[in-house]
């Protein structure tokens, strides 16, 4: 039997409109889900059950008294480590702040609040965030919520295993080179890597950038569309983000209603070559040929991001030197090995080696923009390869051929990230071994919400069709799982971090 914390945001709020919910009931169902799977996965780092609670009281007392206020009014929330929470710790990951409790919310929780939402918990990344494996060495792993030995994927995997075991309805991530399109992917939820400039980002350090963007997380769409109205929202912290364009946000709050039947879709595996595996073609093939036997269009694109993989090493290193070169002198040898990998390249690559990287960068958002002549969307596979253990940072080879750095096997995403494009990952059922396998369906600049209708509209063909429909996570199968996440991921990533390995 379904609990409260197992339903989705919309109808959440429909329950409360009603009356037959109150954010109370939902909250504690939420906690309880917490306490009791939170030893197998290890999703969330920080939870203050006594503030919530009364949060939830609060916004109880207001939905009965018809004093309802914002999008989110009484709904609970999860928020990734690393974004700033007033009076609940953020840790970024990293033992350096394992004491550290903001005065102030960052501006993505600073909107959520002011919509009405609850905070709810804090969610586990890897250190600073860098890496598409969930691990540090204060908090240790984060577990597929399919199988916990492995990985989630990330940066927001502590976010992504939340919305789908129903730790939280609706959840926050941020996305450099596919985080937040990674872990849903591995999880089987919906991630939203919007336009950048939609969700201001008032802690840029760069003016101009495709890098650092935050994004929503939840159990559908449509949920993914009400957060983004939501974060997307322009307040005071908006002017202090140099990319924050004008926008109405409420536009996201209603998707459009779109058929199948005629939609032109744009299909690669690995556009032009980058390295994906064998059972990540074949299983992509297969959701191809049903899209094309229900009635869409398909057509395969002629389309080379492949040099998009070394543009995205310089333009990140050069994101990372912004970053970090104020700080870095003082993290110790146990610290993220990717921040220090990605710092390295960028003191040894030249001026005009980064700026080959920017010219590389307008090239192909060019090419790659042409595409939406012809089509309404591209879909390609969301990662390169289905989950791995989580013991291993990243996968050592992919078919035979070795996986050079933490970035090698992410072509698929950063690729993406260097054009610019919006990205809605979305996911396409299951695969031969029972795991969620993902696709990201990729869109125009600037019309994210023309992409969330086309991504609705896949979503929910995908779950109509009796072999690609896929079951949430088995909470009780999970239940009877002995703990090990924590302290043997904790374990891991000191160890990955002293012997200098990219995670």
Known sequence: MSEPCDLSARAVLSGFASKELSPVEVVRSCIDRINALNPVVNAVVALDEKKVLEDARFAEQQIMSGDTRGLLHGLPVAIKDL????????????????????NRDDGIV???????????????????????????RLFGATGNPYSPDLTCGGSSGGSAVAVATGMAPLATGSDHGGSLRIPASFCGVIGHRATP???????????????????????????????????????????????????????????????????????????????????????????IDFLDDAGARIRPIDIDL??????????????????????????????????????E???????????????????????????FDDVDVVLCPGVSVQPFPWSNLHPVEIDGRSVE???????????????GHPVTAIPGGADSNGLPF???CVGEMYKDRR???????????????????FEAPDIQRLLGLDPQCAELGKVAAVRAAQEGLEG
């Open 83 to 102: 974004q700033a929470t007033e009076g609940l710790t953020t840790t970024y990951g990293t033992d350096f702040f394992r004491d550290h409790v903001p």
């Open 451 to 469: 992409l969330l209708s086309i991504s609705r509209t896949l979503d929910q063909a995908f779950r109509s069709a009796s072999n690609f429909r």
């Open 110 to 136: 600073a909107r959520i609040r002011s919509a009405g939402g609850i905070i709810l918990c804090k969610t586990n990344i890897p250190e600073m965030s860098i890496g598409a494996n969930t691990i540090n």
């Open 438 to 440: 993902g696709l990201q």
């Open 197 to 287: 400039g939609v969700v201001p980002h008032e802690g840029r350090t760069i003016t101009q950038t495709n890098y650092s963007l935050q994004g929503p997380m939840a159990k559908n769409v449509d949920d993914v569309a009400l957060l983004l109205a939501v974060i997307a929202t322009r307040d005071n912290s908006s002017r202090f983000d140099p990319m924050s364009f004008p926008l109405d946000a409420h536009d996201f709050v209603a998707l459009d209603h779109l058929g199948l039947s005629g939609l032109e879709i744009g299909v690669t595996a690995d556009f032009g070559g980058l390295l994906v595996s064998e059972e990540t073609r074949s299983e992509f093939r297969k959701r």
């Open 345 to 371: 390249t960028a003191l040894n690559s030249t001026v005009l080696e980064i700026a080959k990287a920017r010219r590389q960068q307008v090239d192909l958002f060019r090419s790659f923009a042409a595409v």
């Open 405 to 419: 750095n933490y970035m090698a096997w992410l072509g698929l995403t950063s690729s993406l990230t260097v054009v």
């Open 306 to 343: 492949t040099s998009a993989v070394d543009a995205d090493w310089h333009l990140r290193a050069d994101i990372f030197a912004t970053q970090y070169h104020r700080d870095i002198d003082a993290f110790d040898d146990t610290f993220n090995p990717n921040v220090f990998r990605s710092y």
